[in-house]
């Protein structure tokens, strides 16, 4: 037996990867692709929409298939791992996650903007009630200081969260940045704690290293980093950069690499590279949604929309206040003239 | 003025990039690129063949156009930056550096294995007595403990050298191994260390990062990470997030993002992702050169290729062995049937 410290990593390829693929995936490809991680020794696979679920939506994206479907074609495959399903408050219910339930999840992640994890109270306590491994997930946690995320973190653990995650969802952070709000929270809390990078800054692998380092046992991928934009955290070379770093994951590398090679990358609408634009959001910290507002403002103020996006960060401004970017852009252009 | 610390980048686009095109840049091209790396405020250009000054052969690859013309194209449109060539003590020769000289070549890196920087000690001195700047390159640095980069980075200071580089040119290095090399260096010399990454590992950006935080103050990239396999640095992210850390490039982030996606992304052959084949050279520690000779050896004895990559770096083969490859693969056969 090894006494190499053990990180448990969470793939979310069938999850987040799904926005990449605008939600197209179908039985098979699920079933494939959960399969082949399944063999590959992966401890928890993610199934849902992108947006958790119930996602499936005009909003959000129309799923190819129904969760039930998609849930069912994991689970038939899944002979270790946890299948995992992703509810977010507001969008998933109750009723969601006992049809998840039905169709054989384990653990369900329960996310929350990183100021509002109080409106997961509900669904964590039924969660454990239904006997289901419970983690609490605070998206965009680049928005505010450590203390505070500390004190969302906190909040969840105290509904009976068996696990609390920080997750860039901007990829917004530095190493630094993830350190001090990794080592915060793991200081605060006794359950563990999670990360979750995006790679638009190029520092997904290099940010979930430092939050392993801050003491972070659980870490999110995916396979060939497929994701909305700049995508996520690689997993099969998050796996062999942590076979180097002498960790272990009980994940064989050689099968997790070929899932990604031979399963994953062949369904992949578009290489996973990082372009400007989602390099802009990661640089600006703002939301995905904002960026078309942004080059609409832009153009009509003469802008670089740049420019806007990182005024945006500046002001932290939050999802539902799109309709302020043409006045911040106004702003902006006034000041120019100035 | 800001006291921010200042950082110079090495955009080597027109050097190590083309080795992703096979070497293939248009006058045109490379003038049009070097214009807009100049206009971003870029402090040096690097342009060369892959293999540096005199690589255009069958063995490394023809160029489109002669050295000559490569360097007059670059010349003719660079007003502030320094345009650097790459020269290979075996490959390219006094005579190429002066036709480099008379193209307008302001700086030469002078790259050698890391166990031979004596072979350079001629081509710093001319370099050094022709005026031009000079660099000592030391590559595949992951090969040898910081003892051993340390010596060899002192014969090129010894030569004359202004600046030292250490180069991950495999990109096997993990950031805990920049840091213990460039701090080894950065503490035995008294030039400026500098530091180029390759992506095989996913963790270019974050390991140009540690040479920085352990002292090194010249970083090399491409942009959008052009090079061979899984590419370098992308320079355009590199210097986002030195801006976000504080640090003084003197480039205009929007102006090299623009440069990326505007001139440089629409001639790349494949975008720049890290599939598996490059993840294993990294991974392994070995040469480029070695991948084919590991996948015919493998199917010829049943084995999986990456094991033989492994046994290889574990052996520290260096280029040129290539013929023993099949010996490890037979001995590696053995050991499984027995």
Redesign the interface.
């Known amino acids: 037996m090894s006494n190499a410290k053990h990180i448990h990593l969470v793939d979310t390829t069938l999850r987040d990867g799904s926005h990449a693929i605008s939600h197209q995936y179908t039985a098979e490809q699920i079933a494939t692709i959960a399969a082949g991680l399944d063999q590959a020794g992966v401890e928890f696979i993610e199934v849902s929409h992108g947006d958790g679920l119930a996602g499936s939506s005009i909003n959000y994206g129309r799923s190819a298939i129904s969760e039930e479907e998609m849930l069912k074609a994991a689970s038939s495959v899944i002979k270790n791992a946890t299948l995992t399903v992703l509810l977010i408050p507001g969008i998933g219910t109750q009723e969601d996650l006992e049809m998840a339930i039905n169709c054989g999840a384990k653990a369900v992640r329960v996310a929350t903007h990183v100021t509002e994890a109080d409106i997961s109270q509900q669904h964590i306590a039924m969660a454990k009630k239904m006997g289901l491994k419970a983690i609490g997930f605070l998206m965009l946690s680049h928005m505010v200081e450590p203390d505070k995320v500390v004190e969302q973190a906190k909040l969840f653990e105290s509904y009976g969260a068996d696990v609390v995650y920080v997750a860039d969802s901007a990829g917004a952070m530095?190493?630094e940045d993830v350190k001090a709000r990794i080592s915060a929270v793991v200081d605060a809390v006794n359950v563990p704690v999670g990360f979750h990078a995006h790679n638009n800054?190029?520092?997904?692998?290099?940010n979930s290293?430092a939050a392993i380092e801050a003491g972070a046992t659980y870490i999110d991928g995916t396979c060939?980093g497929l994701g909305a934009g700049a995508g996520n955290c690689?997993i099969?070379?998050?796996v062999?950069?942590l076979?180097?770093?002498g960790y272990h994951t009980g994940i064989d590398?050689?099968k997790i690499?070929?899932v990604?090679?031979d399963l994953v990358?062949p369904i992949m609408h578009r290489?996973?590279?990082?372009?400007?634009a989602p390099?802009?959001l990661g640089?600006a910290g703002v939301y995905g949604s904002f960026l078309l507002h942004a080059y609409r403002a832009a153009e009509k103020f003469n802008l670089?929309p740049?420019d806007i996006l990182v005024e945006l960060g500046k002001r932290k401004m939050v999802g539902g206040q799109e309709d302020m970017i043409i006045d911040v852009a106004y702003q902006l252009s006034k000041k120019r003239g100035a």
């Open positions: 530095l190493p800054l190029t520092l997904a692998t290099a290293l060939r690689q099969e070379a998050l062999g950069v076979d180097k770093k590398l050689y690499m070929d990604a090679e990358e290489p996973q590279v990082v372009r400007n390099f802009m640089y670089d740049r």
